[in-house]
T-cell receptor
Framework: AQSVTQPDIHITVSEGASLELRCNYS??????LFWYVQSPGQGLQLLLK??????LVQGIKGFEAEFKRSQSSFNLRKPSVHWSDAAEYFC????????????FGKGTRLHILP | DGGITQSPKYLFRKEGQNVTLSCEQN?????MYWYRQDPGQGLRLIYY???????QKGDIAEGYSVSREKKESFPLTVTSAQKNPTAFYLC????????????FGQGTRLTVV
């Protein structure tokens, strides 16, 4: 079955440290891939997206993500986190079929230590 | 500004009552979605619609109903048959078709009292 997996439910990093959030997908063909961020009690905001081409994509708020076909992964990274980055992060995929149903991972909650 | 609007932000319902959550978009998007969010469970798809007058059940449609009479509007009714309706509900829209991301509203927090 098509799925998006975020193996880490919670991640804690110190302010100023680097960050990597993991995302794996399971599809027959490479889907379109997205990362969203959600602050408490708010909707989701798109950070970045990958459709094709360069496998390293840049997003807003200093985030980037790298698509690795061999590992079916689309990990989100940031070189230096800020306290304001504390939020929940969702990886999502559009499987490129007529069903056109966007599928989300269960999310990773990021905690920042001062 | 274009966007997607959910109302109300907070909603309280007595057990046994139906309640309707509003979702309106002025992005001219064809596809619209309703998700339910509970702590630790991520987003679960309730219903989605790819075009006016058509919609499909998602993974947890039981106890919910929708309509899509207009392109801009996709209201969700939480019926008394929904056993555990207290949750955060998110509406989203997308252009539809391939390579399109979803845009989200700010959500409605429904509490059954």
């Amino acid at each position: 079955a098509q799925s998006v997996t975020q193996p880490d439910i919670h991640i804690t990093v110190s302010e100023g440290a680097s960050l990597e959030l993991r995302c794996n997908y399971s599809y027959g063909a490479t889907p379109y891939l997205f990362w969203y961020v959600q602050s408490p009690g708010q909707g989701l905001q798109l950070l970045l997206k990958y459709f094709s081409g360069d496998t390293l994509v840049q997003g807003i708020k200093g985030f980037e993500a790298e698509f690795k076909r061999s590992q079916s992964s689309f990990n989100l990274r940031k070189p230096s986190v800020h306290w304001s980055d504390a939020a929940e992060y969702f990886c999502a995929a559009n499987p490129m079929n007529r069903d056109d149903k966007i599928i989300f991972g269960k999310g990773t909650r990021l905690h920042i230590l001062p | 500004d274009g966007g997607i609007t959910q109302s109300p932000k907070y909603l309280f319902r007595k057990e046994g009552q139906n309640v309707t959550l509003s979702c309106e978009q002025n992005l001219n998007h064809d596809a619209m979605y309703w998700y339910r969010q509970d702590p630790g469970q991520g987003l679960r798809l309730i219903y989605y619609s790819q075009i006016v007058n058509d919609f499909q059940k998602g993974d947890i449609a039981e106890g919910y109903s929708v309509s899509r009479e207009k392109k801009e509007s996709f209201p969700l009714t939480v019926t008394s048959a929904q056993k555990n309706p207290t949750a955060f509900y998110l509406c989203a829209s997308s252009r539809g078709g391939l390579s399109t991301e979803a845009f989200f509203g700010q959500g409605t927090r429904l509490t059954v009292v």
